[in-house]
């Protein structure tokens, strides 16, 4: 997977769910907060939805940022299958 690549759900899964910039970092360093606080942080992906992958995480190849409803929004790199 490289930045410009259109993906979309893997087979098999119905819905994943997208972690923003301030989300990851969150999870990245522990520092958890009230889940109400969070929910602004979460989009879900859906079968038939597609993205543009802006770029993958340099510190773990198995993250990437995508661009999906007109925002970044990191996602598992096993949950997406590239389509061109």
Do not use: H, Y
Not at 19 to 29: H, N, P, Q, T, W
Not at 48 to 59: F, S
Request: hydrophobic letters at 40%.
């Amino acid at each position: 997977m490289k930045t410009g690549d259109l993906v979309t759900l893997r087979a098999g899964l119905v819905s994943v769910s997208f972690m923003s910039d301030d989300l990851e970092k969150i999870v990245d360093d522990n520092q958890w907060k009230e889940p109400e606080e969070l929910m602004c942080s979460i989009r879900s992906f859906r079968r038939g939805n597609t993205a543009t992958v802006l770029g993958v995480n340099p510190e773990n190849t198995a993250r990437v940022k995508l661009l999906f409803e007109s925002g970044s929004w990191w996602a598992n790199v096993s949950d997406l299958i590239v389509l061109k």
